[in-house]
């Protein structure tokens, strides 16, 4: 688990390395690319099972440097008895911010690791007070998307969120629309 998330810190700075050398076969002359993604995320707490939509804005330096804000509103709810009542364990929202390295795999595809901070707020109700947890975390993760016209893609993504100031963790998986502005 450290090995990987070295090589997601690191992969950031390869792309700053290589970025001299490919430059030059760059198609695009725009020296940033903006991008916006929508879709869904279901994130998996270990005690509890969430689902949100997900809106991310990004910025691309050069073609393999970036940067990215996300934002998640929770749609589905976990029930479940663990804690004695039946109770639902909700997201209110989580955010979060990036860094992100790209790698080029063709003219349509984009493979990437980022690593951030975050933000989460969930919510049990159905006990005799309702709880609700606010948590930083470090966040790190892959993905892939594939643009199927030169501005509009599909994207996925898992991201691993370790949660700060205790034990615990949340891997959270999405599916997104990409639009390249």
Do not use: C
Request: hydrophobic share 40%.
């Amino acid at each position: 688990m450290k090995k990987f998330l070295v090589a997601a810190a690191m992969l950031p700075l390869v792309g700053l390395a290589a970025a001299p050398a490919m430059a030059q076969t760059n198609q695009d002359a725009r020296p940033f690319t903006g991008y916006a993604n929508l879709g869904f995320s279901h994130s998996d707490y270990g005690v509890s099972d969430l689902g949100g939509v997900t809106g991310r804005l990004g910025m691309r330096y050069m073609r393999f440097v970036g940067v990215e804000a996300e934002g998640t509103f929770g749609v589905d709810s976990d029930h479940s008895t663990r804690y004695g009542p039946p109770t639902r364990t909700e997201l209110n929202r989580a955010v979060a911010a990036y860094a992100v390295g790209w790698l080029p795999v063709g003219s349509k595809l984009d493979v990437f690791g980022r690593v951030g901070v975050g933000n989460s707020r969930t919510e049990i109700k159905g006990l005799a007070q309702d709880v609700k947890f606010s948590r930083d975390s470090i966040n790190y993760g892959v993905g892939a998307q594939y643009f199927v016209t030169n501005n509009d893609g599909l994207r996925l993504d898992l991201t691993r969120q370790s949660f700060t100031g205790g034990p615990g963790r949340a891997d959270t998986y999405a599916v997104s629309y990409v639009r390249r502005f």
